[in-house]
């Protein structure tokens, strides 16, 4: 087992090259759309008023697009911009300024309802999208809803990354420009931003940057949980914010290693531990699990904060400690130091991005990253639950000693 820090060539496996999270390429002699100026996909962007970015995905994946918004809103100020998502992921893009509106698919709303409150949602949510008269929509990922939507709406330039591409058995064929990605050791970043590269626009590494926003009501929440904290002997409110658990529980550490690293990290009275998990019965379970292992007492705010809240509370954190999860990506998008374990994901597809970071992942396991639920399916990942809590300790004390001499 190693600690692989993807910000770090020197901490990788000699086996692998390190993806550094936020890439410096050196600087063409022309630039990018210069050199392309030949080649027929390109979009003439000023001549485009509105765009519609689909990304009917999950939380994590709704963040990592977030540098598609500010990239086309920098480079072009005139577009109005909005994005359509998933119900329970809107959230992430709250108050973002290069976002105008964010339209929602309510897919799981409308399951419960029936069928007939089903069309009737999901033909009201294309009449709003038809009646935006969008010039140009980009599906992230793609998939046949998004280009039967795109269909639909009688929207005339269509990017779309590879997947469900064309409707009635290939009769109908709406894109007009496919993106092909690698497929390999691509961070996800990249992949999202390669739709805009595919139509002319090239990011610098600086306007790479995940963001989040955060409102007033969040902000005030996290400062009243840190004032309490201060209340309770923590002079500075500094912390470490461990989120063990994710909405892919096969992801997740076992309790009792997770229990063992909290009793580890408490040795170190000036930095205490913020426990948090969603309301999921599952990850309820999962920290029910932990409490009765630890023996050092920690803040538990398990099931108690919104995303936002979370978000908050996260920006003022010392440090980030979690695995392949949402939480994980929020922490790399506010800038807060991570800890990431990765088992059966990869860590160049997904690991955190633009921050300062160890992740902690096996090297005894050729077999990973294998993008399974676990073993055959079997919802548990060895190369997960094998690591060992010292290694994933040290990580931490490697992370926390530029930031605090002291050390945990």
Avoid at 39 to 62: E, K, N
Avoid at 73 to 99: C, F, K, S
Avoid at 123 to 144: D, F, K, P, V
Avoid at 208 to 237: C, F, K, N, P, S
Wanted: hydrophobic share 40%; aromatic share 6%.
């Amino acid at each position: 087992m190693v600690t692989i820090d993807p910000g770090d060539h020197a901490a990788a496996p000699a086996t692998a090259p390190a993806n550094p999270p936020c890439p410096t390429p050196p600087e063409p002699s022309l630039a990018p759309v210069d050199l392309l100026a030949n080649y027929g996909d390109l979009i003439d962007l000023t001549q485009v008023q509105r765009v519609l970015v689909i990304l009917l995905r999950h939380i994590g994946d709704v963040i990592l697009t977030t540098p598609v918004f500010s990239v086309l809103q920098n480079r072009h100020p005139h577009l109005r911009i909005d994005a359509l998502v998933n119900e329970g992921t809107e959230g992430m893009l709250a108050d973002n300024p290069h976002i105008n509106v964010v339209h929602v698919l309510r897919r799981q709303q409308l399951k419960q309802k029936g069928l007939w409150h089903r069309i009737h949602g999901e033909w009201r949510l294309l009449r709003q999208i038809r009646q935006a008269r969008y010039n140009l929509a980009i599906s992230l990922t793609g998939g046949e809803r998004s280009t039967t939507l795109a269909f639909l709406a009688r929207i005339p330039l269509f990017v779309s990354a590879r997947g469900g591409n064309t409707l009635l058995g290939g009769w109908i064929h709406p894109v007009t420009h496919l993106v092909r990605h690698t497929g390999y050791r691509r961070h996800y970043v990249e992949r999202h931003l390669d739709c805009l590269r595919h139509i002319g626009v090239h990011p610098t590494p600086e306007e790479r940057r995940l963001q989040l926003y955060d409102g007033h009501a969040e902000q005030t929440r996290a400062e009243q949980l840190v004032q309490e904290m201060i209340r309770q002997g923590q002079e500075d409110g500094r912390f470490i914010l461990y989120h063990p658990t994710s909405r892919w529980m096969f992801k997740a550490w076992p309790s009792a290693c997770a229990a063992a690293l909290v009793d580890r990290l408490a040795t170190h009275p000036g930095l205490p531990v913020v426990l948090t998990a969603s309301p999921d019965a599952r990850e309820m379970a999962y920290i029910q699990g932990m409490q009765g292992r630890m023996q050092a007492r920690v803040i538990n705010l398990a099931g108690q904060l919104t995303l936002r809240e979370l978000v908050a509370m996260i920006r003022r954190a010392t440090l980030f400690v979690g695995v392949d999860s949402a939480p994980m990506h929020m922490a790399a998008a506010v800038g807060t130091p991570v800890v990431a374990l990765f088992g059966p994901s990869s860590e160049w597809d997904w690991g955190p991005w633009c921050t300062h970071q160890q992740v902690v992942a096996s090297t005894r396991h050729p077999c990973r990253p294998c993008n399974m639920d676990g073993c055959g399916g079997g919802k548990v990942s060895d190369c997960l639950t094998t690591l060992p809590v010292e290694t994933v300790h040290q990580a931490i004390l490697r992370l926390l000693e530029p930031l605090d001499p002291q050390g945990p």
